[in-house]
């Protein structure tokens, strides 16, 4: 079966990604539309390299983008959203990417779910993608509407993590966008920011400056520069895990404190 084999080779390669990176970086992203597109065995390959990515110590976010109303957004949260015990849902990610484009509403069931089981939400806030200003930027009220978005994630943290340095509740924030990621920032002070856009997208280590706080608060997200970091000219000669290990250290290097101030 062709699927099937697929399958077996999206999870074999996820898995020895994950068994470079590991001691090397916090935290992975799977992106779920790929192992749907595989059908069951698809998502049963997602949810082996979830576990198997957990068990190496990694933070998993599901990079799913869910969202939906009442009972829906319930099923959902209790369907992706594990937190601390990797046995609380089907698919055990620590984190999830969500839609807030329903409304706060929306977002409520899947902050409950947080809560209890000690787990985190990236909203969607300013994505990296050229398109988001048709939509993220129309203006009401004289307030963008990724603005509104900002301050909802925010209010939400302050009134669930009352206390903490940071929420469990954070910002998909592109760094394709660096000077709305630097109001987005001062706009959301202690919120934690998933920052997609740097590498393959254009975006730099200088870009991604201003989500950092003193070392912290922001995961910079890179995919296809590291997952395919082979198809590079300055790697093209390596093996395609040695290209993998190279280019995640290179990463590394160039968003560290000496080079980006964070």
Do not use: H
């Not at 990610?93 to 899947?110: H, K, R, S």
């Not at 209890?116 to 129309?138: C, K, W």
């Not at 943290?157 to 630097?182: C, F, H, K, R």
């Not at 254009?202 to 970091?229: C, K, M, P, Y």
Request: aromatic share 8%; net charge negative.
């Amino acid at each position: 079966n062709q699927v099937a084999a697929r399958a077996t080779a999206y999870k074999s390669f996820c898995m020895e990604i994950v068994d470079i990176v590991a001691p090397l970086v916090p935290a992975v992203k799977p992106q779920v539309a790929f192992f749907e597109s595989l059908g069951p065995a698809g998502m049963l390959a997602l949810q082996q390299v979830i576990l198997y990515a957990r068990d190496q110590g990694l933070v998993v976010i599901a990079d799913a983008k869910r969202g939906d109303i009442g009972s829906t957004a319930q099923a959902y949260a209790d369907t992706w959203l594990a937190g601390e015990d990797p046995d609380a849902a089907p698919y055990a990610a620590d984190a999830l990417t969500v839609n807030p484009y329903l409304g706060e509403d929306t977002l409520q069931p899947f902050v409950d779910a947080c809560v209890q089981r000690r787990a985190g939400l990236y909203v969607l806030v300013r994505t990296s993608n050229p398109g988001a200003a048709v939509f993220q930027d129309r203006v009401s009220e004289d307030q963008k509407l990724f603005e509104g978005v900002a301050d909802v994630v925010q209010g939400l943290n302050q009134s669930n993590w009352e206390g903490d340095d940071w929420g469990g509740i954070g910002a998909v924030t592109g760094a394709t966008w660096p000077a709305e990621l630097t109001a987005l920032r001062e706009r959301m002070p202690n919120t934690p920011l998933l920052i997609p856009g740097y590498g393959s997208q254009g975006g730099t280590a200088e870009d991604v400056q201003s989500g950092i706080v003193d070392g912290v608060g922001a995961l910079i997200n890179s995919s296809r520069g590291i997952n395919f970091a082979y198809r590079k000219e300055e790697f093209s000669d390596m093996p395609w895990r040695d290209a993998i290990q190279a280019a995640t250290v290179q990463m590394i290097e160039d968003l560290s404190p000496r080079q980006t101030g964070g």
